[in-house]
């Protein structure tokens, strides 16, 4: 079962940070791991529906038969029944003109495990559409691991023998084409056609999803082995807009930059577990996340954590694994996109860039990063307005002004706020940030940003990278491919998109 393989993390992780063959062609694809795992789930819904209705309408025949007085070959063949010498060789599951459809559907294995894998199929679906997984993620987390009940159900989905053929026997003794253009004469020495002999055909589902199963199951292990080491918090910072940054140390901890974890607060609830971007650097001796309020989860979070008098709350980690942003260091140009908490990778890459440059990394592939920072609200900025601050400074002193590009954007502001930008609009640093680079007001005009990196490097890979909306996805894509050259030598803009 496909359905499985994307989700299994670790998996990926080793694809993409092990295996040579992953570096280039496969290893992008694996950036789109939840991509393929909603179409497998797409695909098992409409195959679902036309095994559902082949079902009815074989039910349909059934009835139809089990009623028949006319002696015709369905009629007799519906009459082979459990009364019979041979109880199993029996065809038609509606025994009597009076048993229904609805008493075979829950009173069989086959009819009452496919109620019961349909509506957990249902549910998975239904509850992981995207308003109510990023509204309820408590929903969508629970109702998803009906998986186990689905998975068991379909495993013994066929046991029932529901779905029956002619034994190698009776196939001897009787040929089926045959044989049914002369029923009436069944056991008739003159025609070799003895009555044939019918049982349930074997369950063969679980052969499909066993080696799947095992995998995940190590999978499983796995994350719960590595949740149970324990995560020391060195450091807890609160920042404006309902933010909590999380430094923290954990044995064997190992980590690139743009990599996630999955974190648990037991204290919160013991199953449920949240991606967070890696905010800190892999030169650094810590690993960070920022965490914004953005549901109850998190909200609960954030006030254990603001409670002074209080223990600080445990907390279990699992990962780190891999996205799309390890890669960004193998462009000689990047273009990094970052809307509200969405620049967290981000903040990973502009650290370790700033310690390659102070220890002076001869290895960096990359010479030019474009960086956009879209928020609604003027305090985001101050989640990483020191990292940029120092970026500027060491960009100026090593004479590397032109490495780091970057534009801040406000799409949230009111009159007071942009008159009191645009009366302060001559002064060194921008009023809001305190940096050196103004903020604009409204949104990136992708087009003319696009146009100008072209023009600026005409014959380089330039690597897009994006943490946001599905919506911001879609106009860099397109610009991504509008602003590539057709001739493979001059410059190719490549998209990658955060995906967990």
Known sequence: MLILLPVCRNLLSFLRGTCSFCRSTL??????????????????????????????????????????????LASILSNRSHQEKKEDSWLNPIQSPNMTVEYVTFTSIAGLTGVIITIALILMVTSAME??????????????????????????????????????????????????????????????????????????????????SILYLFERILRFYRSQQKVVITKVVMHPSKVVELQMNKCGFSM?????????????????????????????????IHIRA?????ENLIRAFEQQDSPVPRIEVDGPFGTASEDVFHYEV???????????????????IWYKFRHADHNLKTQTIYFYWICRETGAFAWFNDLLASLEQEMEELGKVGFLN????????????AGHATLNFDRATDILTGLKQKTFFGRPMWDNEFSAIAAAHPKSAVGVFLCGPQTLAKSLSKCCQRYSSLDPRKVQFHFNKENF
Request: glycine share 8%; proline share 5%; aromatic share 16%.
């Open 406 to 417: 970057y534009r801040l954007f406000l799409t949230g502001w009111d009159s007071n706020i």
């Open 294 to 298: 953005a549901g109850d989860w998190t």
């Open 131 to 212: 308003f109510i997984r990023r509204s309820y993620f408590e929903v969508f987390w629970y109702t998803h691991h009906l998986f186990v009940i689905y998975f068991i159900g379909l495993a013994i989905h066929g046991i029932g023998g529901i779905v029956r053929g002619q034994t190698e026997e009776s196939m001897g003794e009787s040929h089926p084409h045959k044989c049914a253009e002369v029923f009436e004469k069944w056991d008739d020495p003159k025609f070799h056609c003895k009555r044939p002999q019918f049982e349930g055909l074997p369950a063969e589902s679980w052969k499909w999803i066993l080696a799947p």
């Open 334 to 352: 990047a273009v990094l996109v970052g809307a509200g908490i969405g620049v967290t990778p981000f903040a990973s890459i502009l650290k370790s």
């Open 256 to 288: 690139e930059v743009g990599q996630y974890i999955f974190v648990n607060c037991p204290s919160i609830s013991y199953l449920e577990w949240h991606p967070f971007t890696l905010t800190s650097a892999p030169e650094e001796d810590f690993f960070s």
């Open 27 to 72: 290893r992008k694809q694996l950036d789109h791991n939840l991509t393929f795992h909603k179409l497998v789930a797409y695909m098992i819904c409409l195959h679902t529906a036309i095994h559902i209705i082949a079902h009815l309408f074989n039910f349909e025949r059934y009835s139809r038969g089990r009623r028949a007085t006319d002696g015709s």
